[in-house]
């Protein structure tokens, strides 16, 4: 390919997926969820104060709601309120603007690779473009999820630990290093599958490090030293260890205890090991490890979780999964002394979700990327160099864009006309909650009491976003330390266990499933289909 043309192609996909994670950005999803608003408000208010909601300076754990976030993206944001105020585009800016970003880092990472090969930069070219139009990629590019920007850093950290080692520059190793750690303090799931890439690394540049013993000794120092200052807090670790599967031990081990109980009174050894816990976990792991190849998951259906994927559609587009499995044959067993890393990545990817209690998940799985669209584009690509007939060859290329057109227009679709017209996604996007800030805001001095209802998931902090409280204004009232509170309030709006305060002229603020309601319906905010997101009551 001619460098002129090369470098069109190149800006085009770039361009192409960098509109796909910025079109709309602000508006689809057309809500924010808890999440997304906690990382904004967080950020607001270091940005202008240096502190988080609950007073701590400059933190490097946000407390949050208790599950204390990793603290990359709430910096992330910081940046981008200040520069395009507070509101959902700048809340997504750092997780959109960093996928774009990556779309470049595939091309240079795939490159890198099998620079070697003449195929190479077909190859990379190809990665760069699937991964550009992945639905997985676009859709945690598109929303305030801290992982898609460790993926990110992530693949920007394996391009330049290999570029290193090509160039034999210990900065490029360094800076590698860094973006490893950095990205542990980004998402939880890098704390176990990040020094595993790293492990990785320096086996796959073993010549090297071998001759470079001071280079290998600063960069393990550097890894070990920052990675180790991200479990200095007891914190730390306090989301993984709410969603392991272990946590869940009534329902899991429920059918063991009993068999276990009945091998043990019978004297039975075997029954006795293999109703063990210890085996029973072992099993889930295993259990939970697998589903994340289940094609069923990866390809038709998706996520449980609606924010994940979207509707009607897996992960990957079905049109990928020949391509996808022809790629993993040729570069396992003609490409594997160069591509091992991408089988030791692919298959460390799901390690930390399969210890949840909800796997297979998109999100914390979401560290596959991009492996499965450089499978996917090494497919293509070999395709086409076994078959020798110009005109079968033309043909299937045919085939091959019209199918990959008709999936793609297929994911827009879906994406752009259910996100925010399909009631099971708005509720999962927590449609409503902006409404009834709105309304409280309006109602901010009319001398009545707002009572949010204490269903709502941490309205409180819907309440802070979307009314930009002023951060110092709010520490001054105690903060979020106060959110401990049986019922706490910020102005004239009460939150917590508050129902039993209210009186005459009050408005109370319930979802729409509460239906044992005193008082007036003045206001409602539905779904699509017509059921009750949001009343607003007046009591009598």
């Not at 502190?51 to 990793?70: I, M, N, R, T, W």
């Not at 992982?147 to 800076?175: H, Q």
């Not at 490890?289 to 979780?305: A, E, K």
């Not at 409404?435 to 109602?443: K, L, M, T």
């Amino acid at each position: 390919m001619k460098n002129k043309w090369f470098l069109i192609v190149f800006l085009l996909i770039f361009f192409l997926g960098s509109f796909l994670r910025f079109y709309q950005l602000g508006n689809v999803p057309g809500s924010m969820d808890w999440d997304e608003v906690s990382f904004g408000y967080n950020a607001y208010s270091v940005l202008h104060l240096g502190k988080d909601e609950y007073g701590v300076s400059y933190p490097l754990l946000f407390k949050a709601f208790g599950e204390y976030k990793q603290p990359v993206y709430a910096y992330l944001d910081a940046i981008s309120i200040g520069m395009f105020g507070l509101n959902a585009f700048a809340v997504r800016f750092p997780s959109a603007f960093l996928g774009s970003v990556s779309i470049i880092f595939v091309y240079l990472l795939t490159f890198e690779l099998f620079k070697k090969y003449k195929f190479a930069k077909k190859l990379a070219l190809l990665s760069m473009l699937f991964y550009a139009i992945s639905p997985w990629s676009i859709q945690f590019s598109r929303i305030a999820f801290e992982a898609n920007v460790a993926v990110s850093l992530v693949i920007i950290a394996v391009w330049l630990f290999l570029r290193g080692l090509s160039l034999k520059n210990i900065w490029y190793l360094l800076s590698s290093t860094i973006l490893l750690c950095l990205s542990q303090f980004t998402y939880l799931s890098l704390k176990l599958i990040g020094p595993l890439l790293f492990i990785a690394l320096i086996v796959y540049g073993f010549t090297f490090f071998k001759k470079e013993k001071i280079t290998f000794g600063i960069i393990v120092f550097v890894f070990l030293f920052f990675s180790g200052v991200g479990f200095l807090s007891s914190h730390s670790l306090a989301r993984g260890q709410d969603v392991l599967f272990t946590n869940d031990q009534t329902q899991l081990l429920q059918f063991s205890v009993k068999q276990l109980q009945i091998a043990k009174e019978q004297h039975n050894i075997f029954g006795e090991i293999i109703y063990n816990r210890r085996i029973v976990y072992t099993e889930k792991f295993i259990a939970n490890y697998l589903s994340h190849y289940n094609p069923y998951w990866l390809f038709v259906i998706g996520d449980t979780v609606p924010r994940h994927h979207a509707l009607g559609m897996g992960n990957l587009y079905l049109v990928s999964l020949p391509f996808i499995l022809l790629g993993i044959y040729f570069l396992l067993f003609r490409y594997f002394t160069v591509s091992w890393i991408l089988f030791f990545w692919f298959l460390v990817a799901p390690l930390a979700s399969s210890l949840t209690n909800d796997a297979p998940s998109s999100l914390r799985s979401l560290i596959f990327l991009p492996t499965w669209q450089i499978f996917e584009a090494a497919g293509v690509v070999f395709l086409f160099q076994i078959i020798k007939n110009k005109k079968v060859a033309f043909i299937l290329q045919i085939v091959i864009i019209s199918l990959y057109t008709i999936n793609f227009y297929y994911y827009m679709h879906q994406y752009y006309s259910y996100t925010n017209s399909n009631a099971d996604v708005e509720k999962a996007w927590q449609y409503g909650y902006k409404e009834a800030v709105i309304f409280a805001n309006q109602n901010k001095n009319s001398g009545k009491r707002i009572v949010f209802s204490n269903t709502f998931e941490q309205p409180y902090i819907f309440y802070l976003f979307y009314s930009k409280y002023d951060p110092s204004a709010y520490q001054q009232k105690g903060g979020s330390n106060r959110i401990t509170e049986s019922c706490f309030s910020i102005d004239n709006a009460y939150f917590g266990n508050c129902k039993a305060k209210l009186r005459r002229g009050d408005y109370y603020i319930a979802l729409g499933s509460e239906t044992d309601q005193n008082g007036n319906i003045i206001k409602q905010f539905d779904y699509t289909n017509g059921d009750s997101a949001i009343r607003i009551y007046l009591q009598l």
